[in-house]
């Protein structure tokens, strides 16, 4: 069973580009949530969407941004790039919401680097 | 405000020995708790987990202890081997909220010496 795959593994952008990442979930998993990590705050919570539908939002500018296509393949953009947003970008699925019932599976990252 | 904390950078043990990993939270409504294990260059994979109704659970050399009192949790890993060196997340989930979205800590590196 393939894991979480995210696409680009590493990319580099200027301030003020936007970028755009991808994410394909466990086949059969509806629940894809975005992470960012960076050293000096660890894994923060973007946001999270199932069934095509933002269910919740982390605490980040409107510049981030994301959708979610009806395969449950999901992409996140980040526009108006700072270099503050350079980090691991992880990606994360699961079954399905509701009550917690399991654990998150996470994608190797994609690392952003904003020169 | 953080709501998972995890105050050690880092811990260095000895192969063979105990690692005792702690982690601390202030959110009363967190209501279940998970360690990741992070690699360089990999993502975060579920290490084990643990309800608030209970105190302990364990699953081979890992065992989670919650202390809902103190609001807080530790992971021994006995013995601890070199392969266990990596970085090592707290996290928690609020009573009634769905598994989309987890609290974590900043995370402790864990360094196993031969």
């Known amino acids: 069973k393939a894991g979480v795959t995210q696409t680009p593994r590493y990319l580099i952008k200027t301030r003020g580009q936007q970028v755009t990442l991808s994410c394909s979930p466990i086949s059969g998993h509806r629940s894809v949530s975005w992470y960012q990590q960076t050293p000096g705050q660890g894994l923060q919570f973007l946001f999270e969407y199932f069934s095509e539908t933002q269910r919740n939002k982390g605490n980040f500018p409107g510049r981030f941004s994301g959708r979610q296509f009806s395969n449950s393949r999901s992409e996140m953009n980040v526009s108006t790039l700072e270099l503050g947003d350079s980090a691991l970008y992880l990606c994360a699925s699961s079954l399905s919401g509701g009550t917690y019932t399991g654990e998150l599976f996470f994608g190797e990252g994609s690392r952003l680097t904003v020169l | 405000d953080q709501q998972v904390k995890q105050n050690s950078p880092s811990l260095s043990v000895q192969e063979g020995r105990i690692s005792i990993l702690n982690c601390d939270y202030t959110?009363?409504?967190?209501?279940?708790f998970l360690w990741y294990k992070k690699y360089p260059a990999e993502g975060p994979t579920f290490l084990i987990s643990i309800s608030s109704i209970k105190d302990k659970n364990e699953d081979g050399r890992f065992t989670v202890f919650l202390n809902k009192s103190a609001k807080h949790l530790s992971l021994h890993i006995v013995p601890s081997q070199p392969g266990d060196s990596a970085v090592y997340f707290c996290a928690a989930s609020a009573k009634g909220g769905s598994n989309y979205k987890l609290t974590f800590g900043k995370g402790t590196l864990l360094t196993v010496n031969p």
């Open positions: 959110n009363s409504m967190f209501d279940y």
